[in-house]
């Protein structure tokens, strides 16, 4: 399954890749290691959280998300790319770990800019490519993760090696 799992996701980004670098930034979906990197802040937090996972892509970074996601929690899982907010909604319904958090959890299609500043998170997990992005994008995200953030809030994200280079 987890074969599987990944050989449709690295296929699916292969194809969105070819079609449209800009939004897409990465030749593979996020590895499991980094995944569990991104979410060890979730590990410590006791209590009910709401989490924001911000380009979710075919959902790498989710799938250990979904582990973390208690009674009582919320998780939202931003994605632009129709295709991947399609895919996304796929594994919330038909895969076990996803579909036992699905309640929980809602798939945001659309700019993580047009989320409401008033929608606080204690988590915010961003795979944004911002390397693939003008400046003045990759600022109004982070002053838009700073509003969406609760004061004791937590920001984790990557960012791609190479990726200005390959887009060249």
Same mark, same amino acid.
């Given at each position: 399954?987890?074969?599987?799992? +990944? #050989?449709?996701?690295?296929? &699916?980004?292969?194809?969105? &890749?070819?079609?449209?670098?800009?939004?897409?930034?990465?030749?593979? !979906?996020?590895?499991?290691?980094?995944?569990?990197? &991104?979410?060890?802040?979730? *590990?410590?937090?006791?209590?009910?959280?709401?989490?924001?996972?911000?380009?979710?892509?075919?959902?790498?970074?989710? %799938?250990?998300?979904?582990?973390?996601?208690?009674?009582?929690? *919320?998780?939202?899982?931003?994605?632009?790319?129709?295709?991947? %907010?399609? +895919?996304?909604?796929?594994?919330?319904?038909?895969? !076990?770990?996803?579909? =036992?958090?699905?309640? *929980?959890?809602?798939?945001?299609?659309?700019?993580?800019?047009?989320?409401?500043?008033? %929608?606080?998170?204690?988590?915010?997990?961003?795979?944004?490519? +911002?390397?693939?992005?003008?400046?003045? +994008?990759?600022? =109004? #995200?982070?002053?838009?993760? *700073?509003?969406?953030?609760? =004061?004791?809030?937590?920001?984790?994200?990557?960012?791609?090696? =190479?990726?200005?280079?390959?887009?060249?």
């Amino acid at each position: 399954m987890v074969i599987s799992n +990944f #050989v449709n996701e690295a296929t &699916l980004f292969f194809k969105l &890749l070819r079609t449209d670098f800009n939004e897409v930034g990465a030749l593979f !979906p996020t590895s499991s290691i980094s995944a569990k990197a &991104l979410c060890s802040e979730l *590990q410590r937090h006791r209590g009910t959280k709401r989490v924001l996972e911000v380009g979710a892509g075919t959902g790498a970074i989710t %799938a250990e998300l979904v582990k973390w996601i208690g009674p009582g929690d *919320q998780l939202v899982v931003c994605e632009l790319n129709p295709v991947f %907010a399609d +895919f996304l909604r796929n594994r919330f319904r038909n895969e !076990p770990e996803f579909k =036992a958090v699905s309640a *929980q959890s809602q798939i945001y299609e659309g700019s993580v800019l047009d989320l409401p500043a008033d %929608a606080q998170f204690d988590y915010i997990i961003s795979t944004i490519p +911002f390397n693939n992005c003008p400046a003045d +994008f990759v600022g =109004a #995200v982070f002053a838009h993760y *700073q509003r969406l953030l609760k =004061a004791a809030g937590v920001l984790s994200y990557i960012e791609y090696i =190479a990726g200005r280079t390959l887009k060249q």
